[in-house]
């Protein structure tokens, strides 16, 4: 943007505030930044303005810096769950662009303000992130910077792995349905015979921050749906200019467009929203915003006039070449929930913590009609076997129903069932 730009925006966040206020939006204090590509793109590499270093997120931020480079990809916000809530812009873009990115934030602002699933976040985890990579640097000071990257890595591999009901003041210990503990981030922490003290640290502080970044997991449809509900209702109220018009109307198209091979998250939330509005009013989406998740959300409101006007279908693909092969309403909604149960992310309880009697490690898998995939067991296991330090063992089902297990004894991995 133009030094000139810069007053006017200042004019503009005013202004889309205020509308935003009227139309009834809750949301917490704002603060902005505008920042250049590599400040943006290292925020969204680490997913914060403070973290720890890891080679993973160096590894990210290559990658999302190079796609924008040679214009494959691009940033242009990132919005913190925090209380004043911080929205960073990127300084390339233009003054509309900008616009449409505050009316946007402001939306997401009051989803993390609203939504219930955000109800336990820590609304001071930039400043929480920031005392943890500052535990991490005294790690490397005392204990070296390699055994800290060992320990990072094994826990990074299963920080999924948490039990999000912490968030609304449950334990996270044993299932009584289930017998198994969703927590296995905190059960390997808690249990392992041979982690050290600073170990287990590490292990804990990746849980709490997985904790604070599940809400976001599990309503990427809806949150991005709201926000862009309320970019397009709050800079169409503004006085623009044709060609303000047709540039927004390019760039809104450029976002909320229909996936070419998935599932575009701002597209479905977007047209669901309209949709129930369409039905039912401003007031139920409201209360949809407030209650639902992305599995609530499809589960009770994904219909066969959505499924229809949206063209949804399910599809594989043979040689090279996309078949469509199913269009049926259940399928498709089915289909979509599974994809958004637990995150996205393989449903994995810890068992036992003394199996055989010889203080071994068993998960179990809940297979939900996908197999787990090989990669990732080979990959997962060993550094969970760094953690435990004993054999630890993997049950799931194949396609099948067939019971396998994996076992790594630290040497090899074995394959029973």
Not at 24 to 33: A, H, K, P, S, V
Not at 390 to 402: C, G, M, N, W, Y
Request: glycine residues 8%.
């Amino acid at each position: 943007m133009k030094q000139a730009d810069y007053e006017q925006l200042e004019q503009a966040i005013g202004r889309i505030t205020e509308l935003a206020e009227q139309e009834g939006l809750d949301f917490f204090t704002m603060r902005y930044e505008i920042c250049p590509a590599e400040v943006l793109y290292s925020i969204g590499a680490y997913g914060m303005p403070t973290r720890f270093s890891h080679w993973s997120f160096g590894k990210a931020y290559q990658r999302m810096k190079s796609e924008y480079d040679y214009g494959l990809s691009r940033i242009y916000e990132l919005v913190i769950n925090s209380n004043p809530c911080y929205a960073f812009l990127l300084d390339r873009n233009t003054l509309l662009q900008n616009k449409l990115i505050v009316a946007h934030v402001l939306g997401h602002s009051d989803f993390f303000k609203n939504n219930a699933m955000f109800a336990g976040t820590d609304r001071n985890m930039i400043g929480r992130m920031a005392g943890f990579a500052e535990r991490m640097r005294i790690f490397e000071q005392e204990y070296g910077a390699d055994e800290v990257e060992r320990i990072l890595d094994a826990g990074l591999s299963i920080q999924e792995h948490v039990d999000p009901h912490r968030r609304f003041g449950k334990q996270g210990g044993f299932s009584e349905t289930e017998g198994g503990s969703k927590d296995v981030v905190g059960f390997v922490a808690g249990s392992s015979r041979t982690m050290k003290d600073w170990q287990r640290e590490i292990l804990y502080m990746l849980r709490e921050e997985m904790l604070y970044f599940w809400p976001q997991m599990e309503t990427k449809i809806l949150n991005e749906g709201w926000a862009s509900y309320w970019h397009l209702r709050l800079v169409r109220q503004l006085d623009l200019t044709d060609s303000d018009i047709l540039e927004f109307a390019k760039m809104n198209a450029g976002v909320i467009q229909p996936g070419a091979t998935g599932v575009n998250p701002y597209y479905l939330g977007l047209r669901m929203l309209e949709y129930i509005e369409r039905k039912e009013g401003t007031e139920a989406i409201f209360d949809i915003r407030e209650t639902e998740s992305d599995v609530s959300f499809l589960r009770n409101y994904l219909n066969r006039d959505l499924v229809d006007e949206m063209d949804l279908f399910l599809y594989e693909r043979e040689g090279g070449v996309y078949k469509v092969t199913d269009k049926d309403v259940e399928q498709v909604r089915d289909t979509l929930i599974l994809q958004r149960t637990n995150g996205g992310f393989p449903y994995i309880t810890a068992m036992d913590d003394d199996y055989h009697g010889r203080g071994e490690l068993l998960l179990m898998h809940r297979y939900e009609g996908l197999e787990l995939d090989r990669k990732y067991v080979d990959r997962t296991l060993p550094l969970v076997y760094r953690l435990w330090g004993r054999p630890v063992h993997l049950e799931t089902r194949s396609e099948d129903k067939r019971k396998l297990t994996y076992s790594y004894d630290g040497e090899r991995m074995v394959l029973a069932g």
